[in-house]
């Protein structure tokens, strides 16, 4: 019957299309067709998507804005499922935000700063949706996303939505309970954002922020962002330097000039070439300076979803 019809027929509202290119949704630019591609509009789809992985054993990715990962070049077999621009609800209430898992971090930013509530300024240029940061724990400097966040509304492969506060939850260093359990679909997330300001002050610190990150950040190319963690009294970009691999290439994968933690498609990247070099940079740092580099960039088959039992 196929993936589509099937879903249909168990309810499923969204929209749902068949092999569409995956470098068409992640800022790398980089991944073959999707056998399946889902956009749900409603908690409700998520649960019925959940529930048919759980008796067909049909393979299933959870994407957003695509911004840590890199996609196959042969592409993800049954259903990538996508909580973008159909999944972006967005309100405020007071001093809190409830934003859907698709809302993007600039949108979250924007509307933070529209009301008056600092606290988001620095994610306003930071590619990627609520859902995923959550999951990546994103952050800059001291900052990270789980700092404000009020509660997390989910579901696991029990197919049961259910809300858990920040203290149920465990965040760290680029990690969270939703990247250990392996099994999670973030749906919504509550921030509380307590101190207030002008908008136009706000607005004007996210211009700084954005400017900053342009000066120092190949922007203008496909890329990821970071590609490797921190490590403790190090920094990645640092080390790739001293090794004296900035600007080396794979194919079309290439660590850029500006910034050597950042590994840029110059056009016709693979993801065997972001792979490869990936692998060279790891290699090369551990044998230079002794340090094991751990990876922030997240491969597409890394996020299979796990049920339980």
């Known amino acids: 019957m196929g993936i589509p019809k099937e879903l249909q027929q168990r309810g499923f ?4 299309r068949e ?4 470098a068409g949704l992640t800022t790398y630019r980089i991944g073959g067709p999707a056998e399946a591609l889902v956009e749900p509009v409603r908690d409700e789809d998520v649960e019925i998507v959940v529930r048919f992985v759980g008796d067909t054993a049909t393979p299933l990715y959870v994407l957003g804005g695509g911004s840590k990962i890199l996609a196959p070049d042969e ?3 049954g259903i990538v499922m996508l909580l973008g621009d159909l999944f972006a609800g967005i309100e405020v209430r007071g001093e809190t935000i409830e934003a859907a898992a698709g809302v993007p ?4 930013a924007e509307t933070a700063a529209r009301s008056g509530l600092r606290g988001f300024e ?10 995923g940061s959550l999951v990546q724990n994103t952050g800059m400097n001291e900052c990270c996303v789980s700092g404000p966040l009020e509660s997390v509304t989910f579901l696991r492969s029990d197919v ?22 392996g099994d999670a679909v973030i749906v919504s997330a509550r921030f509380r954002l ?4 002008n908008p136009d002050e706000i607005t004007g610190e996210m211009e700084a922020v954005r400017h900053s990150r342009h000066s120092k950040f190949p922007v203008s190319q496909p890329t990821c962002g970071s590609v490797f963690k921190r490590p403790e009294g190090h920094f990645p970009g640092k080390l790739i330097e001293d090794c004296g691999l900035g600007g080396t290439a794979i194919g079309g994968a290439a660590i850029s000039t500006m910034h050597h933690n950042f590994i ?3 056009g016709a990247a693979t993801a065997a070439d972001v792979k490869a070099l990936v692998d060279l940079v790891t290699r090369r740092v551990l044998e230079r300076t002794g340090i094991s580099l751990e990876r922030e960039l997240i491969y597409l088959e890394e996020t299979l979803f796990r049920p339980r039992g």
Request: aromatic content about 10%; overall charge positive; some cysteine.
């Open 75 to 77: 592409g993800a077999p």
């Open 105 to 108: 971090n600039a949108l979250l």
């Open 264 to 266: 840029v498609n110059t």
């Open 13 to 16: 509202s969204g929209r749902v």
């Open 122 to 131: 620095w994610i306003c240029d930071i590619p990627g949706r609520v859902g």
């Open 160 to 181: 049961r939505l259910q809300t858990a506060g920040r203290d149920a939850l465990e965040f760290g260093y680029r990690s969270s309970s939703f990247k250990t359990w």
């Open 19 to 22: 092999k569409v290119p995956l």
């Open 194 to 197: 307590g101190e207030r300001g």
